[in-house]
């Protein structure tokens, strides 16, 4: 497992990527990391670290991904805006790919983040209608074939 790639991305092991955040050995520096390890979080179903890293202001109470029946993907970084080790607050929007009820769904999110006591928090994002793929167009998994080939 700690030769795994990590699921954010990244091509780098989880191990020297998001796992030294989710297991709390180090802090994201960046609103950018933080999201990446709250993606990956997600894919792991970590509902622990989702919470421990949603601001306490904004977090549901009823949170749990343990078994919500979503299969992860794959996250793309379309743009972050601040979010630096001197900023205050950071967005990052992203798509991330995933498999619900076996359909094939995209969620756009602009994300807001929030640093605190030198600890970045998700405050709430923004979702943006994201259209499927047509037919022919690379399927949004990642896997590099048509979408009438792979995912349909």
């Known amino acids: 497992m700690a030769d795994d ?3 954010c991305g990244s091509l780098r092991p989880l191990a020297q990527c998001c796992g030294p955040y989710i ?3 180090l802090l ?3 609103a950018l990391a933080l999201m990446r390890s709250r993606y990956t979080a997600y894919c ?3 509902s622990a670290y989702v919470r421990k890293t949603w601001h306490h202001g904004t977090c549901p109470v009823d949170l749990d991904i343990r078994d919500d029946g979503t299969e992860w993907l794959g996250l793309e970084i379309v743009r972050h805006e601040a979010g630096g ?3 205050a607050e950071g967005l990052v929007e992203f798509v991330a790919s995933y498999r619900q009820g ?3 769904r995209r969620l756009r999110e602009s994300s807001r983040f929030q640093r605190e006591s030198g600890a970045w928090f998700y405050l709430d994002g923004i979702v943006q ?3 499927m793929p047509g037919r022919n167009d690379p399927c949004c998994c990642g896997s590099g074939k048509k979408y009438k ?3 349909i």
């Open 5 to 7: 790639l990590c699921p």
């Open 23 to 25: 297991s709390g050995s």
């Open 28 to 30: 994201p520096q960046t």
């Open 44 to 46: 792991l179903r970590d």
């Open 85 to 87: 080790e001197e900023d």
């Open 102 to 104: 076996g359909r094939l």
């Open 129 to 131: 209608p994201e259209p």
């Open 149 to 151: 080939k792979c995912c």
